[in-house]
């Protein structure tokens, strides 16, 4: 008895020495760097820039703790609100404006907006907010002046995109909400689909509606929920959703952290909508956060067949803590794991993909565990798919006319020279339309150069560095010239997989987000090949 007790006292000893000793480190930093502002504020030979070196200073050492734990000043809080929440007050349109000294153009118009029930159309030129030229404004500082308070209003001056009429238009304001359930409809005739984007407050709600409007319209047999892309959100609603698929109290996520109330297990607390209704779970390298909640616990509990390529890997929770002067810290708090006993953190940060998503992890670094059927499923990084099918690759070609803004320049242009097209199910891009925009393409400045030449052209470089050039110099040019192709050949070569974007971008102006994902699942080989490979699936 008394070595037990002289053995407890001495860890108790060495728990209150480890106490003391974070805290005396603690407070011996936090002297040191006060110390030293004030010494560089007393002494330093130019004006000392107290807000940027102390950002600096912060943003640095949050970023040796994780990607996910960031200060966020006062200033700030709105895009963080917005980035939470998917809301803000505002008009409901995406903007673009050119050049500095250009107006801006109406892109895209919300569907029920504010802005769309004003009469403001894709297309629509603005040429003074609240009476102000926006020329010498940057976008940002115009879409600024667009958002404000719910219930206010804004005033227009809009020159309208076909009649060229300039009227004044007021628009008053409203919260804008993004929906998470992007898309809901039938893909065959005993099949739905829904695409789901985010997990902010209500999704779970949206998505049993649409489940049960989904099932008004035809024999529901199968459903598919597309994660793909979808970063994530709520973990309240993570569970909600995987609520709507399995019994009352199922085990869904558990959290583990090391303050008091950051560990918990959450357990479903709805009724469900359907057991038993066959569901298939699209995920990518996209799928993050509570994504990976609801695939994860849907794999564990073998209630859903999950389909596509391993998710992105971050299984860590976070919550936002208030900081003195309106700022505010968005700390990780917990990890947390499937039913099966899974973290799906990756175990390290480095070791990432270009996209951020989890890299090679070798199976001798991570763990087997098993789902309630007895399935082995691992750990270490991500959602594995039960049935892995990759997306379709696209060319370095259509990756640059996106991301350059190319293909949606166009379709405002299209929409300057049309007033309507035909309904999403027949509307196609003609041939001529195509060669409309060849002729518009090659007048923009934009990388068309192969991923074969992209290489090429840096192994010259190396080349020319190491003195090598010349001695391969008639090699090089030859190998150099087959590579070399024509703007224009090249984009008549690469037109199967260009026209898909260009018909989205064009539908999206007319007939809003809904039908733009109705038009790209006419092209989703990655979905039609989940489809054909679940058919032959079984939980064994």
């Avoid at 539908?507 to 733009?516: H, L, S």
Wanted: with cysteine; net charge neutral; charged share 25%.
């Amino acid at each position: 008895m008394k070595k037990t007790l002289i053995s407890l006292l001495l860890v108790c000893a060495t728990l209150a020495a480890g106490a003391q000793s974070k805290s005396f480190k603690l407070g011996k930093w936090s002297e040191i760097h006060s110390s030293i502002l004030k010494e560089l504020n007393r002494a330093y030979v130019d004006s000392l820039p107290v807000d940027r070196i102390e950002r600096a200073g912060i943003d640095a050492m949050l970023s040796n703790l994780d990607p996910y734990t960031v200060y966020v000043p006062e200033e700030e809080n709105e895009d963080l609100r917005m980035m939470i929440n998917k809301s803000y007050g505002g008009i409901g349109a995406v903007i673009y404006k050119p050049d500095l000294q250009g107006n801006v153009i109406i892109n895209e118009p919300y569907k029920d907006s504010p802005a769309y029930g004003a009469g403001l159309r894709a297309g629509d030129e603005i040429l003074l907010i609240d009476g102000q030229s926006v020329k010498g404004l940057t976008s940002a500082e115009c879409s600024e002046k667009m958002r404000g308070t719910p219930g206010t209003k804004v005033l227009f001056k809009v020159k309208k995109v076909h009649s060229g009429e300039l009227k004044d238009v007021r628009v008053t304001r409203r919260t804008i909400h993004l929906p998470d359930i992007q898309y809901a409809g039938m893909v065959t005739p005993h099949t739905g689909y829904v695409l789901q984007t985010g997990f902010t407050e209500g999704v779970a709600a949206q998505l049993r509606a649409a489940i049960q409007n989904l099932r008004k319209g035809g024999q529901l047999d199968t459903l598919v929920l597309d994660l793909r892309g979808n970063g994530g959100g709520l973990l309240n609603e993570a569970v909600d959703i995987v609520s709507i698929f399995v019994p009352k109290g199922s085990v869904v996520v558990t959290a583990k952290g090391r303050e008091n109330g950051s560990s918990y297990t959450s357990r479903t607390t709805q009724a469900p909508l359907d057991t038993e209704l066959p569901l298939i779970v699209l995920v990518d390298s996209g799928s993050a956060s509570a994504s990976e909640i609801v695939s994860g616990a849907l794999q564990d509990l073998d209630r859903a067949i999950i389909i596509g390529t391993r998710t992105f890997g971050k299984g860590l929770v976070q919550s936002i803590r208030p900081l003195p002067y309106g700022g505010q810290l968005k700390l990780t708090s917990a990890k947390y794991y499937t039913p099966s006993g899974r973290c799906v953190q990756a175990i390290d940060y480095s070791h990432r993909n270009e996209d951020g998503s989890v890299g090679h992890i070798p199976d001798s670094l991570t763990h087997e565990f098993k789902t309630a059927r007895g399935r082995i499923v691992r750990d270490g990084g991500g959602i594995t798919p039960d049935i892995i099918v990759k997306p379709h690759e696209y060319s370095r070609l259509t990756y640059s006319l996106v991301l350059n803004g190319v293909v949606e320049q166009y379709a405002l242009e299209y929409v300057r020279n049309h007033t309507s097209i035909p309904p999403t199910d027949e509307f196609c891009l003609s041939d001529a339309d195509y060669e409309d925009f060849i002729k518009f393409a090659e007048g923009k400045e934009f990388d068309y150069r192969s991923s074969a030449k992209t290489y090429f052209d840096l192994v010259r470089k190396e080349l020319a560095r190491d003195g090598l050039q010349d001695a391969m110099s008639k090699e090089l040019d030859a190998l150099g010239k087959a590579l070399d192709m024509e703007k224009e050949e090249f984009l008549r070569l690469k037109k199967d997989e260009i026209v898909p974007f260009i018909e989205e971008e064009i539908v999206v102006r007319y007939y809003f987000q809904p039908d733009g994902v109705k038009l790209r699942l006419r092209y989703d080989t990655q979905l039609r090949e989940a489809l054909r490979r679940a058919a032959s699936f079984t939980f064994e």
